[in-house]
């Protein structure tokens, strides 16, 4: 089993900036795909980045690539988003995903197998 616990969650202006954590509750990641996904009312959930714990290769939605960078941490067993340049249309919650499946499903909600309880992002004047 893999637990998952996001933060870093909160408001912030247009053009401002965030950093969101993963913590995974487990040592050995190595075989899995970690993505973050976000939700707005009345959406679907939404891939937003995808980063491979064994490569470390990376994966971005159009809209939010040149702005949003995924990152990892193997000493604490954590993935980052760092979110720059915020839109009010990234107002979302933002999800943490894991997954053994291969990378080619890295945007597939339906593909990844735990998730964490989400953090809210707010982007708004």
């Known amino acids: 089993q893999v637990q998952l616990v996001e933060s870093g969650g909160g408001l912030v202006q247009p053009g401002g900036s965030l950093r969101l954590s993963c913590a995974a509750s487990?040592?050995?990641?190595?075989?899995?795909?970690m993505g973050w996904f976000r939700q707005a009312p009345g959406k679907e959930r939404a891939f937003v980045a995808a980063?491979?714990?064994?490569?470390?290769?990376?994966w971005y939605a159009d809209s939010v690539k040149g702005r949003f960078t995924i990152s990892r941490d193997n000493a604490k067993n954590t993935v980052y988003l760092q979110m720059n340049s915020l839109k009010p249309e990234d107002t979302a919650v933002y999800y943490c995903?894991?997954?053994?499946?291969?990378?080619?499903?890295?945007?597939?909600?339906?593909?990844?197998?735990?998730w964490g309880q989400g953090t809210q992002v707010t982007v708004s004047s």
């Open positions: 995903g894991a997954t053994l499946s291969v990378t080619s499903n890295y945007a597939n909600h339906g593909a990844y197998d735990y």
């Open positions: 487990r040592r050995t990641l190595s075989r899995y795909l």
């Open positions: 980063i491979s714990w064994s490569t470390g290769s990376t």
